[in-house]
């Protein structure tokens, strides 16, 4: 079974909307965290957002928030006021365990990812 | 500048001639990572790791070798490449195993 699951191959979005991109996991670790990069067609990989395991409150950056529904194991990323800048490839990932029960080494598990276009 | 530098950006080989993309950072980070990005794939970890000396597979690790001798540098090494292993490849670290990890700019290659 996949660990990650992002479902939406492609999207179109006006500017200025609010864009929600999904992304479901499958861990039986209960410490746990959750990565959304944006990857522009210039190729490099930029970090957006973290959602640890165990933290109460939904992560926010800016205009980046991970709406994070644990029982449900979903972890979507929530844009807000859309900008044509935005179009990206965007990733959603998970690494497992953490330092202290001695997991979390090795790296990220991503999704396939989600083609996001914005358009005028 | 904090980053992670690769080198070349950009290669085309021909099958069976070995090769080597490095990879350098300079955040002082522990663990290292490789991926590998293919259409309609995301990112497929090669080889991590945890510290000098210290390496293990990740998803996708046949066909390449890895080398931790310094703490900074962390080169990918294809033996004997294969038109298969033509990818865009990552190079990542981070300061532990359950911390942000940091992107190399990417190595672009292709093996004819």
Known sequence: AQKITQTQPGMFVQEKEAVTLDCTYDTSDPSYGLFWYKQPSSGEMIFLIYQGSYDQQNATEGRYSLNFQKARKSANLVISASQLGDSAMYFCAMREGDQYSGGGADGLTFGKGTHLIIQP | ?112
């Open chain 2, 1 to 112: 500048e904090a980053q992670v530098t690769q080198n070349p950006r950009y290669l085309i080989t021909v099958t069976g001639k070995k090769l080597t993309v490095t990879c350098s950072q300079n955040m002082n980070h522990e663990y290292m990572s490789w991926y590998r990005q293919d259409p309609g794939l995301g990112l497929r970890q090669i080889y991590y790791s945890m510290n000098v000396e210290v390496t293990d597979k990740g998803d996708v690790p046949e066909g390449y070798k890895v080398s931790r001798k310094e703490k900074r540098n962390f080169p990918l090494i294809l033996e004997s490449p294969s038109p298969n292993q033509t990818s865009l490849y990552f190079c990542a670290s981070s300061l532990y195993g359950d911390s942000e990890q940091f992107f190399g700019p990417g190595t672009r290659l292709t093996v004819l």
